[in-house]
């Protein structure tokens, strides 16, 4: 299944639905007469001049896709601003790369569910960390859910800023790419230049003059994910459940999910976590052989490590056996010196014509 068809699977044009973040490239686009509400950050003026005026041809070309955005998001509540449009509610929500902006998933994932119909369809299009500028960033976790949650934030703290910039890598220069790519993987940003954002936007935010700044704060892998919904599932933060996830055609996965309850036995529930975790450290290692010039450099060292090794217990040979001669050699110079001193003694001497008539006899 290609992505779109993934994405808009089981729903239809006759449904009302909303698509955030379509910018060029609309999943359910009006122009094909889906009933579609659509939800940018900025108007649609706006997204023509950032296309219009973008580095890459393509999205220069596909300009023209871009439709008018019914609901400038600039952090009010999606389900307030949704519902006000129509009371009903909606059938669908289709998000390409927006859900691993939020700063608070758990408060997302509750507004969607207030504007949510009956039969809803939450459509995901997630960058996979593995293939992206997130590679070298922590995996995130229930835990950090929760924590953001608590907060109630409605920014980015400070630290999410600093892993922005600190880890933020590249492959060959850029900042996707496919599974099994591999080249040269390069870290763009100083850990000073991180640690200067960190500075400057802990103190706007601690003074209340830092504007929204949008960064990726929440990075996964497909297992990663999914044990996230399943765990803020179980534990009642969240009413969806993932009805299918599968690797997309480029540097993302695709996710469909339904509201509901996983009703898993603890047994099964364990069970279930502990695959995926095990999934997870899979994708991971996958992921780690994609650098040959790393793992080159990586060999080289393995190598010369088993050499210094391998010379290490030569020279421990060699020294033993050093020992062992220079230990002959006394023993030698004292068997030399007895000899010696029994040739120069008296006895010797008067018992030498003995010895040489025993010796004709022979």
């Given amino acids: 299944m290609d992505r779109a068809a993934f994405l808009t699977s089981g729903i239809s044009r006759e449904n009302f639905g909303i698509e955030i973040g379509a910018f060029h490239n609309p999943i359910a686009p009006k122009a094909h007469g889906w009933k579609t509400t659509v939800v940018d950050f900025t108007d649609q ?70 504007l949510a119909d009956d039969n809803f369809i939450l459509s995901l299009a997630v960058p996979d960390c ?13 835990a950090d859910a929760l924590l953001a949650h608590r907060h109630k934030r409605i920014m980015h703290c400070p630290e999410t800023m600093f892993v922005a910039y600190a880890y933020a890598s590249w492959l060959d220069g850029v900042g996707a790419w496919q599974l099994g790519a591999t080249g040269a993987l390069t870290l763009p940003d100083s850990l000073d230049h991180a640690h200067s954002i960190y500075l400057s936007y802990l103190e ?13 704060c929440w990075h996964w892998t497909p297992s990663s994910f999914q044990l996230m919904m399943l765990e803020l599932n ?21 996710v469909r999910l339904k509201r509901g309850k996983y009703r898993l036995e603890s047994e099964e529930l364990h069970n279930r976590r502990l695959q995926l975790l095990m999934q997870t450290k899979c994708e991971l290692a996958e992921a780690s052989a994609m650098s040959p010039i790393l793992h080159q450099e990586a060999d080289v060292d393995l190598q010369s490590k088993e050499l210094r090794s391998e010379n290490a217990l030569l020279q421990s040979k060699i020294d033993e056996q050093e020992a062992m001669l220079a230990e002959e050699r006394v023993n030698l110079a004292i068997a030399q010196q007895r000899i010696l001193d029994l040739e120069n003694s008296t006895s010797w001497r008067i018992t030498k014509p003995l010895r040489a008539t025993k010796s004709l006899l022979r």
């Fill in 45 to 114: 003026a706006g997204l023509l001049n950032v296309a219009r005026n973008h580095t890459s041809q393509i999205m220069r070309d596909m300009a023209s896709n871009i439709e008018v955005v019914d609901i400038v998001w600039r952090g009010q509540p999606l389900d307030e601003a949704c519902l006000a449009i129509r009371q009903e509610g909606f059938r669908y929500l289709i998000a390409s790369h927006v859900i691993e902006h939020v700063p608070d998933i758990i408060g997302f994932l509750g507004q969607i569910s207030r």
């Fill in 130 to 142: 593995r293939q992206t500028f997130d590679y070298f960033k922590p995996l995130s976790s229930t």
């Fill in 204 to 216: 706007k935010l601690e003074n209340g003059t830092q504007p929204y700044k949008d960064s990726h």
């Fill in 234 to 254: 179980h534990l009642g933060y969240i009413d969806f459940v993932i009805d299918e996830c599968e690797q997309g055609p480029s540097s993302e996965f695709l």
